[in-house]
């Protein structure tokens, strides 16, 4: 027992060297999960694309279905939102270890809503433009999981997924 812990505790001790954060210029990334949201659980898939050392961009999407009790009556609804988002990962700054990546930043996108025409709601967004904070830890140089907070976009409220490094 006492051989398989300590076998345990160096192979996570190991992953944890090895793990590097924020994607490096140049690199990408794929991200992808779920959202908060009071109008049904929004799936995402995102890139990001690293353009300086604590500099990311990126485009997303999403998707969710819901159903909302109007007037009276039932209907399905869903929601394709196409967004694009800038990050500054804040590592180097606050000397950050390398398995961690905090980030800040803004992002703009457009949301589509599919509804019953007998619905009388809105059919889409219009542009709209929101910020964001999140972090990551990485198992290893390419895998991890990412939570991110944020508002006034598809995910109002937050988002929980993972991310890996192509």
């Known amino acids: ?57 990126g ?10 009790n109007w007037a009276g009556s039932k209907y399905n609804h869903s929601i394709i939102g196409i967004a694009g988002n800038a990050n500054y990962h804040l590592n180097r700054i606050l000397n950050i270890p390398s398995q961690w990546d905090f980030y800040a930043g803004i992002n703009i996108g457009f949301y589509i809503w599919s509804s019953p025409d007998q619905y009388e709601g809105s059919r889409s967004s219009g542009l709209g433009v929101s910020g964001q904070i999140g972090g990551r830890y990485y198992f290893s140089d390419r895998f991890g999981v990412n939570l991110e907070f944020g508002g006034g976009n598809a995910f109002s409220g937050g988002k929980f997924g993972i991310s890996y490094k192509l």
């Open 59 to 68: 485009p997303e999407v999403s998707f969710r279905s819901y159903r909302h």
């Open 1 to 57: 027992m006492r051989k398989t812990i300590t076998f345990i505790i160096v192979l996570l001790a190991s992953t944890a060297m090895f793990a590097q954060a924020p994607i490096a210029v140049g690199q990408s990334q794929l991200n992808a999960g779920v959202g908060f949201s009071s109008w049904g659980v929004p799936v995402y898939v995102g890139l990001d694309f690293g353009v300086h050392p604590d500099i990311t961009l």
